[in-house]
């Protein structure tokens, strides 16, 4: 509140005089209201309005405070609502005779200005900086109101000005609703003898909150509302005093509380008197009271877990992510999980990401070894909450797959290959499974050997033939194939004939010679970019043929990638005049392992007595997939 007067010569007064008036400010004193600001209304609180009963001016705004736009840097804070007040005077001056010039001193002076006041504030606003502002919104001036001191006039004329601000960090996007109360007197006094002194007052004040806002990180800003003013009394200038109530929203992430409500009031002052001739005498200003109060605060809300799929079922032996099968999030960051299993122990304990805007999301990649159901328990945390559920996993053995490989027609009494492709997620040891496969033929047939994934039958007759074969895994479950063949009569010119074929690792053997030829065994893993002993390629295929006639006879050999019903050609020889077909890598990039077999078919210059295709060998190759130039 101002209160102003015009100048007086203090030579006009008595020597010797006091004044002291009080009261309240009613709404038949004002004589103007003005608004500073677009979007703001000033004046009387209307005896019709539902709000603000008891309060006898008001401020209506809407303010930006705020608007920056410059760059990358954008802030946009509001401050709206409604402020109410009433507003009370008291001031007292003392004149005392002297000798000297001027005949009279200031003996004794003292000025204080009450408020009641209420703010209704809505603070919303994004940027990411640091704001601090304030503008004065309104402006209400009062009729004069005029005194004595014994004959001389006094005349002062109250002038209340309203400020609104907000100050602070912000963080993204917030909107939240204030209500603040409070009354206060603020106001010093001054006396020749003591100097200033402090009148102690009894501010009280009281806040309300309505958790509305929409916060997307952290923020921490303050919005207030301050009532300001100045004296200006016969010839003694002073005081400004000022009353100032502000509400503060502190969020934090990650934090328990995730919100903290806190208001303050705050009294300030400054005191000049200057008198003429003798000019100034004192001058000090202070902050009457600063009181701060916490009205609140919210607990982080709990991390949600959304289970997708239960019971979920899991391969035996082969790395599972865990992921899949549920969902943890949180509004306000990453969260503590733990998952724990009845049978295994603790699957995870950690940090979880909670980023629904990940590109891939968090991984729980766990590889079980026994079969059976097991109950998951997660447990996730935020700060001091915590959320937990549960899910079935059951672990499942799956029987092997087989895939028999053969070509061309059986003639009796000739070698015929057979070759059968074994897959079983649940075993990684594919040389385990071709030593446990079991093979079988009905007299008068016979087999080169009963185990294996790679055996001959020799027909002893012709018509219908079966061969039967049986793949056990580790935990003993059995898949069993029956292959019939029709058998031919002996063909007049038997030959070519194969003998013999495999898949061959050219490496250090020792002895005099220390090279030499070693065949890999079904099932087997072979990496393609290793070097021979002493040829720049370690392993190859090979097959024996019987061919008495010496015919020219060529190879069509194919090196297959990938599992059975997806392989394709990764490297391929057609007509070629050698029997050895090396393996190595036709690219250079994208290493990687799958499932391989090499295959071959003997032309004759008759192609009613080519052989084959047949598969020499089956197994595994590390290799890469595709070229980088």
């Known amino acids: 509140m101002v209160l102003e007067t015009v100048q007086a010569n203090l030579t006009d007064a008595i ?93 004794h002076f003292e000025a ?21 502002k304030e503008k004065k919104v309104a402006e209400y001036r009062f009729k004069p109101l005029c005194f004595a ?99 503060e929203l502190d969020v934090a992430v990650p934090r328990d509380p995730f919100w903290i409500l806190r208001g303050s009031l705050r009294a300030y002052y400054s005191f000049i008197v200057d008198i003429p001739v003798i000019g100034r005498v004192a001058e000090h200003s202070g902050t009457l009271y600063e009181i701060g109060r916490e009205f609140g605060r919210s607990p982080a809300p709990p991390p949600t877990i959304t289970i997708r799929t239960s019971p979920a079922t899991v391969q035996l032996r082969v790395e599972t992510d865990l992921a899949q099968f549920f969902r943890v999030a949180h509004p306000l960051g990453n969260v503590d999980l733990t998952v724990t ?18 590109l891939f999301g968090p991984e729980l990649k766990r590889t079980f070894n026994t079969v059976g159901s097991r109950t998951l328990t997660l447990i996730a945390r935020y700060v001091n909450s915590q959320t937990s559920s549960s899910l079935v996993l059951d672990v499942v053995n799956t029987p092997p797959t087989l895939n028999l490989q053969y070509g061309g027609d059986p003639r009796q009494g000739q070698i015929y290959p057979i070759t059968v492709l074994i897959t079983d997620p649940n075993e990684p040891d594919t040389t385990r499974l071709c030593g446990s496969t079991q093979w079988s033929v009905e007299a008068p047939d016979t087999l080169s050997a009963t185990t294996g ?7 002893g007759t012709t018509g219908a033939r079966q061969i039967r074969v049986t ?21 007049a010119n038997p030959y070519p004939r194969i003998t013999d074929y495999g898949v061959y690792s050219a490496e250090y053997t020792g002895g005099p010679i220390h090279c030499g030829s070693v065949r890999v065994a079904s099932g087997s893993t072979i990496n393609l970019s290793d070097r021979g002993c002493p040829t720049p390629h370690r392993y190859y295929g090979r097959i024996t043929v019987e061919n008495p006639n010496d015919e020219a006879l060529t190879y069509d050999w194919k090196l297959h990638v990938g599992p059975p019903g997806f392989d394709y050609p990764l490297l391929s020889e057609t007509a070629s005049t050698s029997y050895i077909f090396e393996l190595y890598n036709v690219h250079n990039s994208g290493l990687g392992t799958d499932d391989c077999r090499v295959t071959v078919k003997v032309n004759a210059p008759d192609p009613s007595r080519s052989k084959g295709p047949i598969t020499v060998w089956t197994g595994r190759c590390t290799y890469y997939s595709f070229t980088l130039r």
């Open 453 to 459: 994934c790679s055996v001959s039958v020799t027909f």
């Open 15 to 107: 020597h010797q005089g006091w004044l002291e008036a009080a009261d309240d400010l009613e709404a038949s004193d004002l004589a103007s209201a003005m608004a500073l600001v677009e979007g703001l209304s000033v004046g009387v609180v209307q005896p019709t309005a539902n709000v603000g009963d008891g309060f006898r001016f008001e401020a209506r705004f809407d303010e930006t405070v705020l608007d920056i736009n410059e760059g990358d840097v954008r802030v946009k804070v509001r401050v709206n609502g409604v402020f109410y007040f009433n507003a009370g005077y008291n001031i007292a001056v003392g004149i005392k005779p002297r000798f000297g010039i001027p005949p009279a001193y200031v003996d």
């Open 112 to 132: 204080w200005i009450g408020f009641e006041q209420r703010a209704q504030l809505q603070v919303s606003g994004e940027a990411n900086a640091q704001v601090n």
């Open 471 to 491: 793949a056990r895994d580790s935990e003993g479950a059995t898949t069993t194939r029956t292959l019939t063949l029709d058998v031919l009569p002996p063909p």
């Open 149 to 247: 001191i014994g004959p001389v006039p006094v005349c002062v004329a109250p002038t209340v000005y309203i400020f609104v601000g907000a100050t602070g960090e912000v963080n993204l996007r917030f909107s939240y609703n204030a209500v603040q109360t409070a009354q206060a007197k603020m106001g010093a006094r001054w006396t020749d003898s003591r100097g200033w002194e402090e009148i102690e007052p009894t501010p009280a004040f009281n806040t309300s909150f309505d958790q509305n806002f929409d916060i997307n990180a952290g923020l921490k800003t303050r919005a207030y509302t301050k009532a300001e003013g100045a004296l200006m009394l016969y010839g003694i200038a002073g005081p400004t005093i000022g009353a100032q109530m502000s509400i």
């Open 341 to 358: 299993s009845n049978l295994d122990g603790t699957l995870y304990s950690g940090s979880w990401s909670t980023d629904p805007n990940s």
